[in-house]
């Protein structure tokens, strides 16, 4: 009912920048919180920054500062700014939404993209 499409990722030397973008399309009458999450490999999954529908953002630590999360509502497209990116930041990132489809009653459920590929190198 609802796909999670994500882009912008690659390779890319420390101190370099990436753009991700992750567009949903859908069943959709609203999106609530949007985010991206990253694994790298042997590791969990993590999150990296979140934003809700009004704009709100929170981040991880180790990427404040460095990466800034944004979103065109009309669009239903979430970015990830990715600046001075070092090796550690090497993970595969998923696009995740929160999203209400059509449908009677309404419902929120949870989506992931399939991930694009981040490396760094040093």
């Known amino acids: 009912q609802v796909q999670l499409v994500e882009s912008g990722g690659g390779l890319v030397q420390a101190g370099g920048s990436l753009r991700l973008s992750c567009a949903a399309s859908g069943s959709i009458l609203s999106i609530n919180a949007m985010g991206w999450y990253r694994q790298a490999p042997g590791k969990q999954r993590e999150l990296v920054a979140t934003i809700t529908s009004g704009g709100s953002t929170n981040y991880a630590d180790s990427v404040k500062g460095r990466f800034t999360i944004s979103r065109d509502n009309a669009k239903n497209t979430v970015y990830l700014q990715m600046n001075s990116l070092k090796p550690e930041d090497t993970a595969v990132y998923y696009c995740?939404?929160?999203?209400?489809?059509?449908?009677?009653?309404?419902?929120?459920?949870?989506?992931w993209g399939q991930g694009t590929q981040v490396t760094v190198s040093s």
């Open positions: 995740n939404a929160s999203v209400v489809v059509g449908g009677w009653p309404p419902w929120e459920y949870d989506y």
